[in-house]
């Protein structure tokens, strides 16, 4: 495989109080059979030994500090002071198959129109490997209306051209979760994310501080298809099938929070629903 200079990647770590994770992410990235690359992890305020792990790398990783912001905001500074033209981000409870890299450039090789491809997965919960259900299968191509239901595409296993983050914006950092499902989104209503249908990724599940289970996520999805739906950039097809999934996610959010006695919230989806989301 001749590498050109533009061929640059830029592997984009953030982390935050996961010294017992992250070394494991951290040798997945060291170990590609792909040579040109930059490894950075962002620590995101960390107070455990995140810091004493990350010692040890010297110089085979750039490292980024900020104070707690969150995800979103972490992986946004890594990827505004990277070099590389291609950005793959690896959670720091993941980790990647040796040759994730160079399967991915190749692709990228051989179809120099795409600007976005993900791998498939091996998913480890709780110490065990797990399948994924049917729902969860991943898409290649147009993937937008499948996606709307809920995340096809996971951050870990994506590649993405440097240039698609000037075109449709970073990871939004109001989001305390679904960050990544809104910025699908947005790349995927006129962009085809391709998959490769090798599993490649390992993704670890079932911790404590996993962010997906610690916040309602529909009521983050309902406000990126509402952001989406507003900016007036959907087909007809598209709006109609967004306005669609956008009631019903209401709905079912609304009915939580009557059932957790928060009924001024749960009236508001309600009403929410009623006026945006009727097709």
């Given at each position: 495989m001749i590498v050109e200079k533009t061929d640059i990647i830029?592997?984009?770590?953030?982390?935050?109080?996961?010294?017992?994770?992250?070394?494991?992410?951290?040798d997945s990235a060291l170990a590609q059979d792909y040579g040109q690359k930059e490894i950075i992890v962002v620590d995101d305020g960390s107070t455990d030994d995140t810091q004493e792990v990350l010692a040890g790398y010297k110089e085979q990783i750039?490292?980024?500090?900020?104070?707690?912001?969150?995800?979103?905001?972490?992986?946004?500074f890594g990827i505004r002071e990277?070099?590389?033209?291609?950005?793959?981000?690896?959670?720091?409870?993941?980790?990647?198959e040796k040759k994730k890299l160079s399967c991915q450039m190749d692709f990228f090789h051989a179809n120099p129109d795409a600007m976005i491809c993900q791998t498939e997965e091996i998913w480890i919960r709780n110490?065990?490997?797990?399948?994924?259900?049917?729902?969860?299968?991943?898409?290649?191509?147009?993937?937008?209306?499948?996606?709307?239901?809920?995340?096809?595409?996971?951050?870990?296993?994506?590649?993405?051209?440097?240039?698609?983050?000037?075109?449709?914006?970073?990871?939004?950092?109001?989001?305390?979760?679904?960050?990544?499902?809104d910025l699908w989104l947005r790349i995927s209503h006129d962009t085809p994310v391709y998959l490769i249908d090798i599993p490649l990724t390992i993704k670890t599940g079932g911790h404590e501080d996993q962010l997906s289970a610690s916040h309602s996520q529909d009521k983050y999805r309902i406000q990126s298809i509402l952001n989406l739906i507003e900016s007036n950039v959907l087909t007809p097809s598209q709006a109609q099938?967004?306005?669609?999934?956008f009631g019903e996610k209401c709905r079912i959010f609304a009915n939580g929070c009557m059932k957790r006695g928060?009924?001024?919230?749960?009236?508001?989806?309600?009403?929410?629903?009623?006026?945006?989301?009727?097709?």
């Open positions: 830029s592997v984009i770590i953030p982390t935050f109080n996961r010294a017992w994770a992250l070394k494991r992410s951290v750039r490292v980024l500090v900020q104070e707690n912001k969150g995800v979103s905001a972490a992986r946004n990277s070099q590389g033209h291609f950005i793959a981000l690896l959670d720091s409870d993941a980790a990647w110490g065990k490997r797990v399948n994924p259900k049917k729902k969860h299968k991943k898409p290649s191509g147009m993937i937008f209306e499948p996606s709307l239901k809920l995340c096809l595409v996971s951050p870990s296993a994506v590649m993405i051209r440097k240039e698609l983050f000037d075109q449709k914006g970073m990871f939004n950092e109001t989001f305390e979760v679904c960050e990544d499902y099938a967004a306005l669609k999934v928060k009924e001024k919230e749960g009236a508001y989806y309600l009403t929410l629903a009623d006026r945006k989301g009727q097709v």
